[in-house]
Structure formats: C-alpha cells, structure tokens
C-alpha cells in the first residue's frame, strides 16, 4: 500500500495540470456514504493531483465522527507523456514479477489480495490498522479507503460496496 501511493506521489512530483479530469466526489452520493457509515455526509474536500500521464482526482467525504471515505479515480490525461496509461500502471504495481514482489514483501509490506467480483481486477492492499481497495475497470481504476472502522474484513466490504456504487457512475 505504501509502495503503490509512494509510486503516484513521486510520479505527481513537479507535474504541471493537465485536462479535466472525473470528479470523484460525484461517484458517491449522500446516501452512499450514510450507507457505508451510518452517518450522514458533513463535508465533501476534492482535489485533482496530475501523475504523470495519468489524472488522480480524489474526493474525501467526512462524517461527524472519526469515520470516512476517501474516494480516487486514476484516468489517463489528455495532454502530457503518453508513457503510462491507468492500466499500464496497474500492470505494474498488481502484476511485479516473482524478484520485484519478493523485494517488496521482505521489506515489510503484505502483498495485494485479490478480491473477487467487481471490476475487471480488484486488490485489497492494507494491513489490520488501515487499508484500500484499488478496482480496475477498462482503462480507469479507482481507490476506495473507508476510516473509522476497526474491522479489515468490515473495510474491505464496505470498500467493495463504495466501488461498486462508483464504478456504476463512472461507466456511465
């Protein structure tokens, strides 16, 4: 998880705007959230961050409470490096080869887990504190990280629900 949000910042580095890109605060609605948190939705923060050739919109949706979503949609911009697509990205940090993966994981990070059931490909990557789910669908991916629930497998579900509301809109 920290090697794949490490990745976009560095690739953010420096970069100058490029085109619009998908307003992820759009993807979940009010009662989406109060769906996933049993709160209603208190603040909506967006923010638009280029990585490279690819565009990270992102939306926070904070509650009353310490609980949260954080919300970010990976697309390809319409100007800059054409050098690494949303999926090419992917391939890279879902697919490493065997020595890359070996690497990563002797350093203390838990590999990515398959999820099943949503997007082309989905992967939860966290540990028992905190996690997110990455959902790639065609030539997007998202990241889905819900705060405030103590339970990974509670995380993970909430996440894949949030995912599937999202890509929904997203596809349309």
């Known amino acids: ?3 794949i949000a ?11 705007a490029h085109a619009a890109s998908p307003d992820a605060c759009a993807l979940l609605s009010d009662a989406d959230i109060h769906a996933a948190l049993g709160e209603d939705v208190r603040a ?12 990270m919109a992102q939306c926070y949706f904070g509650a ?5 979503v954080s919300l970010s949609v990976a697309a390809r911009a319409a100007s800059g490096p054409p050098s690494l697509t949303p999926r090419e990205y992917w391939r890279r940090q879902f697919h490493a080869d065997d020595r890359r993966r070996k690497k990563r994981d002797a350093g203390g990070e838990g590999g990515a887990r398959p999820i099943a059931g949503i997007g082309d490909e989905a992967y939860w990557s966290g540990n028992r504190i905190a996690g997110a789910l990455y ?10 990280s819900v705060g405030g629930l ?8 909430t996440s894949k629900r949030l995912a599937q509301a999202a890509m929904a809109r997203l596809e349309k």
Request: proline share 6%; glycine share 8%.
């Open 1 to 3: 998880m920290i090697t």
């Open 6 to 16: 490490a990745f976009v910042i560095s690739l953010a580095a420096g970069q100058p």
């Open 44 to 55: 909506r923060t967006p923010a638009t961050q280029p990585a490279g050739s690819l565009l």
């Open 64 to 68: 009353a409470s310490a609980r949260s």
């Open 135 to 144: 959902v790639l669908s065609g030539e997007t991916f998202i990241r889905v």
């Open 150 to 157: 103590t339970a990974e497998q509670e995380r993970i579900g």
